[in-house]
């Protein structure tokens, strides 16, 4: 089975720290993806990677930056905390062709709390 | 706008009722739809999907969907609901294969003695 780990789950920081949020597969996937989850608004993306050293901005991608030097690896990056990112990410990948591409393999989530 | 509508926040139903979810879009093609479920504390899993053809799909859990193109919709159900399918459910799509995804506000499943 793929598996997603994020590093941590719970994570609590004061505004204005930079933070990072990290996250590997262990199956070779193309894909990689950071979405945050808000009650009411569903699952938002920030960030995603087609392959190593390459990003595209999702949705909501401003106060976020990411790295992925290495394909198994993707990280978030809060260059200065503020409380209005208060909340849950997921990462999530995918195979990256093929007709299972679309299909999401999630981590359990990451709960970060800005105070 | 283009958008993803999961018009119920919060559903409750008794253990061996049916169960409908639902979801709409509106988009100007056909996307690529998906349902996943999270259960408490865990990350999303997939539970269908729909890409084209039969318009009735079957996913994992007893579940299915039906697309309706004419209603712009992609609807969950199940026969008789487990105590165990208590989770929160999206529905999500994508514009085409290979896209990314775009998820609903999502609905939390309730299920009662």
């Known amino acids: 089975d793929v598996k997603v780990t994020q590093s941590s789950r719970y994570l609590v920081k004061r505004t204005g720290e930079k933070v990072f949020l990290e996250c590997v597969q262990d199956?070779?996937?193309?894909?990689m993806f950071w979405y945050r989850q808000d009650p009411g608004l569903g699952l938002r993306l920030i960030y995603f990677?087609?392959?190593?050293?390459?990003?595209e901005k999702g949705d909501i991608p401003e106060g976020y930056s990411v790295s992925r030097e290495k394909k198994e690896r993707f990280s978030l990056i809060l260059e200065s905390a503020s409380t209005n990112q208060t909340s849950m990410y997921l990462c999530?990948?995918?195979?990256?062709?093929?007709?299972?591409?679309?299909?999401?393999?999630f981590g359990s989530g990451t709960q970060l709390s800005v105070l | 706008a283009q958008s993803v509508t999961q018009p119920d926040i919060h559903i409750t139903v008794s253990e061996g009722a049916s169960l409908e979810l639902r979801c709409n879009y509106s988009?100007?093609?056909?996307?690529?739809l998906f349902w996943y479920v999270q259960s408490p504390g865990q990350g999303l899993q997939l539970l269908l999907k729909?890409?084209?053809?039969?318009?009735l799909v079957q996913g994992i859990k007893g579940f299915e969907a039906e697309f309706k193109r004419s209603q712009s919709s992609f609807n969950l159900r199940k026969p008789s609901v487990h105590w165990s399918d208590a989770a929160e459910y999206f529905c999500?799509?994508?514009?085409?294969?290979?896209?990314?995804?775009?998820f609903g506000q999502g609905t939390e499943l309730s299920v009662k003695p």
């Open positions: 999530a990948s995918s195979v990256g062709s093929g007709t299972d591409n679309e299909k999401l393999f």
């Open positions: 199956m070779d996937h193309e894909n």
């Open positions: 990677s087609y392959d190593v050293k390459m990003k």
């Open positions: 988009y100007g093609a056909t996307p690529y």
């Open positions: 729909y890409f084209s053809g039969d318009t």
């Open positions: 999500a799509v994508a514009l085409y294969q290979g896209g990314k995804l775009i």
